[in-house]
Nanobody
Framework: VQLQASGGGLVQPGGSLRLSCAVSGSPIFVNDMGWYRQTPGNQRELVARVSSGGIVAFADSRMRGRFSISRDNAENTVYLQMNSLKPEDTAVYYC??????????????WGQGTLVTVSS
């Protein structure tokens, strides 16, 4: 099982980006999926996660007005729509999933990280 993230890049302040992350392999069940971000010298922090049933949680409620998270269970893909981007949103964004494999074992999986740079 692997997670493949895409969609990062350079955007001007006020712009938008959409990140995608797809699960490949043969998962039995994909539980929570989410996005984290990390800046140099800092720990990786949660941005938002969404349960298999569509329940969304943001680490910072102030992001809810600018970011939205969604998932396509049929495609085992999670999305992060980011609007009104600010320079302080610049970070490497990582997707994360809790996946149940054969035998009922749950494990954490991470994508490779995608760089988002917000700059004029």
């Amino acid at each position: 099982v692997q997670l493949q993230a895409s969609g990062g890049g350079l955007v001007q302040p006020g712009g938008s980006l959409r990140l995608s992350c797809a699960v490949s392999g043969s998962p039995i069940f994909v539980n929570d999926m989410g996005w984290y971000r990390q800046t140099p010298g800092n720990q990786r922090e949660l941005v938002a996660r969404v349960s298999s049933g569509g329940i969304v949680a943001f680490a910072d409620s102030r992001m809810r007005g600018r970011f939205s998270i969604s998932r396509d269970n049929a495609e085992n893909t999670v999305y992060l729509q980011m609007n009104s981007l600010k320079p302080e949103d610049t970070a490497v964004y990582y997707c994360h999933a809790v996946i149940t494999s054969y035998g009922g074992v749950k494990n954490d999986y991470w994508g490779q990280g995608t760089l988002v740079t917000v700059s004029s």
